[in-house]
């Protein structure tokens, strides 16, 4: 819209140029010239330059009054429209790397609490094979050979309860971490459609900013291409009031528009 009303201002302005060189052109070929025809043509210039001017301020009142306003509307509206779209956009990332945060911590948390029933399950076969070595105790050899096992198998137990705790500690951790990163995620989620609903509600506000000073422009536009028809008719009418019997002859030659 911008555009076009900004190319009709300056076609109107490129109008009134060229008419007043044309006049100025005639009114230099007329100025040392006498006789009926000669005035007629002296007033015809003077009806072009008055026609210059009327286009001239056709011109100007549509750029002052529609083009430069619809301009300033157009880069202030561009200017919000692009902080309320970069808001948007950063909730988006934030929410995109909040959710892929949450994925890995899923991910770790499964493999700690895997790892952790693996050694749960190992430490319970181990007590196992040990209870049923006890049982099986029945000579003096045999018990010695079982205390020399023993006193490995409680270095294994002591080394397996080890690894048991930090493997229960590496399942709270990746636990609570999780936890921490649903909750960070589902904040970032909310954040995010609040930032979406507030650009709606800009963008509506916007749009409607817009529609209600392109009515207030194109008014305007109607009401100054309205006015100029009038103003060539009474620039018209002045040139027949001025002009003599002799020099009406000049009104056959048309009327510039």
Request: hydrophobic share 35%; aromatic share 6%.
């Amino acid at each position: 819209m911008f555009f076009k009303v900004y190319r009709t201002a300056e076609a109107e302005t490129q109008y009134a140029k060229n008419l007043s060189k044309l006049s100025s052109k005639l009114s230099r070929a007329c100025r040392d010239g006498v006789g009926g025809v000669n005035e007629a043509w002296k007033s015809v210039a003077i009806e072009l330059e008055t026609r210059a001017e009327v286009h001239r301020l056709m011109g100007q009142a549509l750029l002052d009054e529609t083009a430069k306003p619809l301009r300033n509307l157009t880069e202030n509206q561009h200017r919000t429209r692009k902080q309320c779209e970069t808001t948007v956009d950063k909730a988006a990332k934030s929410l995109a790397d909040w959710r892929a945060a949450e994925a890995k911590s899923k991910k770790q948390s499964h493999t700690c609490a895997r790892d952790n029933e693996k050694l749960q399950d190992a430490a319970i076969l181990d007590t196992s094979r040990s209870g049923k070595l006890t049982l099986s105790r029945s000579t003096s050899l045999i018990q010695l050979a079982h205390m020399h096992n023993k006193n490995g198998t409680e270095k294994e137990n002591t080394k397996l309860e080890g690894k048991k705790r930090k493997a229960e500690d590496a399942v709270k951790k990746a636990d609570i971490e999780y936890y921490t990163l649903c909750v960070r995620a589902e904040r970032a989620r909310l954040e995010w459609e609040s930032a979406v609903l507030r650009g709606v509600n800009t963008f509506q506000s916007l749009e409607e900013e817009r529609l209600n000073h392109l009515k207030t422009v194109l008014t305007a536009y109607l009401h100054h291409g309205a006015e100029l028809g009038p103003r060539l008719i009474e620039v018209r009418n002045r040139k027949a009031q001025r002009s003599s019997p002799a020099g009406r002859i000049g009104q056959g030659f048309g009327y510039f528009h």
